[in-house]
């Protein structure tokens, strides 16, 4: 069996022995056939970015190849509010690299992601997926590279309080059982997760936990390896309904909202990056940063006022962008800094033998590990459009390639120290800042918006629909009024408390 397979979790690339990405109509038709499944889902992601679904039970061979060939209709105005009801027909077409046994059926069901298409057979324009799809495309056509990127999903879940072995406040970094109540669930869903396509890293128990009315707070985190861009996103997704799912099936809640509690620990979704070529990671060059990630972290720079639209489109959002919480406010970049809008985390940048010196009966070996760098993008939290903040965010790198003097932008922006400590605070005050509200993003986004228009990535409707939904929140200097009142704190929280 093909290395790239043998140990691969997800049931329909085992059987097939094939990689997702090369498997066909046919073999889909194989495993459904020789694994009795009885019921495909087609699956998709409306706008409000949760994913939506069609069933179908499998009459006959003529019926399963009609549904894999030729999809099924749906009504894009209930989808996707800028169709107009009366032209609103829309094509759901599978893309079989996705197709996954679904964790939750008890009837053998094969999941399958879809994307849009218009009434002339044409991919939907403003459809978020096709957004990405052609941000990726034109990424490609301008720098001769791929985009990867790979998510960290944050989330807490809540569940009664039993008073046993709690773990201290805000300290629960990385706990273990007992004192880390949700590991058993978290193993679960990366089992699921993985079962599902996605490519993860590891899981842990994040900062954040702490009790309140009974209840326990409990901050998790599942981290994805880097894959193509359009993969990431689906990844997201797939797994963002996993966690939710099961929530319900243990009867607990989980929320991935940015901030649920004043002075607590939010919840963010960073984003890491990197560039390829033929299988290369081009961020590194003889052990440092290579030029090529310093021109993707400048078109970082330069669009991150507007990259917050797609990232953090909770009011919400905007309590956790606050100093000294690990969020950044500042539009600045660094080495392993956690306090900057771009960090360069620790990354094997040079040949290094440390196994050895762990385990004496290892011999010594350098091994390059610099494939691993990736630089992270930490602003965007569980509110955001998952495909909108991808085609953000890949846009943002080609970008890097097509401003003057990229790397003149991304050494003004580097910084080597805390912009949080008292000591800094002339250098925090030279720095540009994020937004602060849904309405300064909008605001920043209409600024910008030619740069994700050009070679017809965005479409202008598209970036108006949202910079007009932000504005709607009216949350302009709502931090200042509300933040001492626990009581109007709550209400916001509660309201936005399942977004994205």
């Known amino acids: 069996m093909d290395n790239l397979v043998s140990m691969n979790p997800n049931p329909v690339v085992q059987y097939l022995n094939k990689a997702a990405d090369q498997l066909t109509k046919n073999d889909l038709i194989r495993f459904i056939e020789d694994n009795d499944i009885e019921m495909i889902n087609l699956r998709y992601a409306g706008w409000d970015g949760r994913l939506k679904t069609l069933n179908f039970i499998i009459g006959s061979r003529n019926h399963l190849e009609n549904i894999l060939t030729a999809g099924e209709r749906v009504d894009g105005s209930s989808l996707f509010p800028f169709i107009e009801a009366g032209s609103s027909d829309l094509y759901v077409i599978p893309r079989y690299k996705t197709a996954f046994v679904d964790p939750f059926s008890e009837i053998p069901t094969l999941d399958i992601l879809c994307s849009f298409f218009d009434r002339y057979g044409n991919a939907l324009d403003g459809a978020p997926e096709n957004i990405l799809k052609k941000a990726h495309q034109s990424f490609k056509d301008v720098s001769g590279y791929e985009f990867e990127t790979m998510g960290e999903l944050e989330y807490y879940i809540i569940s009664e309080d039993d008073g046993m072995f709690k773990a201290d406040d805000q300290k629960g970094y990385h706990e273990s059982t007992p004192y880390s109540k949700w590991n058993g669930f978290r193993r679960e869903a990366m089992k699921l997760i993985a079962e599902s396509g996605g490519m993860i890293k590891y899981g842990h128990s994040e900062v954040g936990n702490f009790t309140k009315d009974g209840f326990v707070y409990e901050q998790n985190e599942i981290e994805f390896l880097p894959t193509q861009v359009e993969d990431a996103a689906d990844q997201l997704l797939i797994a963002k309904w996993i966690i939710r799912t099961l929530a319900s099936q243990y009867g607990v809640t989980v929320t991935f909202a940015p901030k649920i509690t004043v ?121 955001a459009d998952i495909y909108l903040l991808m085609a953000g965010l890949t846009v943002a790198a080609r970008h890097g390639f097509e401003i003057d003097n990229p790397l003149e932008l991304a050494e003004k922006t580097y910084v080597d120290i805390n912009i949080f400590d008292e000591e ?77």
């Open 424 to 500: 800094h605070k002339e250098k925090q005050s030279q720095l540009a800042h994020l937004p602060a509200s849904c309405v300064e993003s909008a605001d920043h986004l209409e600024d910008q918006k030619t740069a994700y228009m050009k070679y017809d990535v965005f479409p202008e409707g598209v970036l108006d629909f949202i910079a007009k939904n932000l504005r709607k929140h009216n949350d302009k200097g709502l931090i200042a009024k509300i933040q001492h009142d626990d009581d109007k704190v709550m209400e916001l929280v509660t309201k936005f408390f399942h977004c994205g």
């Open 263 to 383: 002075g607590k620990a939010g919840s963010g979704m960073h984003v890491h990056t990197r560039i390829m070529k033929d299988g290369k990671n081009m961020m590194i060059d003889k052990g440092d940063l290579s030029a090529i990630a310093k021109t993707a972290i400048a078109g970082y720079m330069d669009l991150a006022p507007s990259l917050t639209a797609f990232g953090n489109m909770s009011p919400t959002s905007y309590f956790r962008l606050v100093p000294h919480q690990e969020a950044p406010t500042n539009i600045c970049w660094g080495d392993r800094n956690r306090s900057v809008l771009v960090r360069v985390p620790l990354g094997w940048r040079a040949p290094v033998d440390m196994v050895s010196k762990a385990n004496p009966t290892e011999k010594a070996l350098l091994i390059d590990h610099s494939d691993k760098q990736t630089v992270e993008f930490r602003s965007p939290d569980g509110s």
